[in-house]
């Protein structure tokens, strides 16, 4: 698998599987009739901000992954990034190979800890793969997401120094 940077041209690759995990409204909180345009938006982010994609030996973009700082000003030594899986790729190693890339890529630019902003507790899957890659629990935000079948969850905030 290779893990590259994002091009425009990467985006209809992308949008099928990013529509339909986001329009499961499971794991993000983003609106689950988001645009195409809006999502290519809030996705690919400009630099210095980063998105990447990870293409499997066939050539087909399995998952994507945006790196930022976690906040600006006085919080930018912090960095937080997003990672999306393909659904029909699931359980190939996909997720931690885009979790550790963006783990290498802050600490390449100098930040100092990574996190997570709203992690949702019912993501099992998730929480496990952060927990196993050095993501600590810092806390938990009750009811926070409106999950659409186990109704009100917590959001995690996670976090790892680098």
């Known amino acids: 698998m290779l893990i590259r940077e994002a091009a425009p041209e990467d985006w209809p ?3 099928p599987f990013f ?9 993000f909180p983003y609106p689950l009739d988001l645009s195409s345009d809006l999502g290519r938006e809030w996705w690919m982010l400009a630099a210095p901000h980063r998105t990447v994609v990870a293409v499997n030996a066939a050539g087909t973009v399995v998952g994507t992954a945006n790196m930022t700082r976690n906040r600006p000003g006085n919080g930018a030594h912090v ?4 990672y999306l899986v393909d659904p029909a790729h699931h ?6 190979a885009l979790v ?7 600490r390449a630019n100098g930040y100092r ?8 507790a019912n993501n099992h899957h998730a929480v496990k793969l952060y927990r196993s890659l050095g993501f600590d629990i810092v806390g938990t935000v009750p009811e926070a997401f409106h999950h659409p079948v186990d109704g009100y969850v917590g959001l995690h905030v996670m976090h790892r120094p680098l």
């Open 13 to 15: 690759a992308v949008w």
């Open 19 to 27: 529509h339909t995990v986001i329009a499961a409204g499971e794991t």
């Open 79 to 82: 960095a937080s990034a997003s």
């Open 91 to 96: 359980g190939r190693g996909i997720g931690r």
């Open 100 to 106: 550790e890339y963006t783990l290498d890529w802050a």
């Open 113 to 120: 800890a990574m996190q997570f902003n709203a992690v949702v």
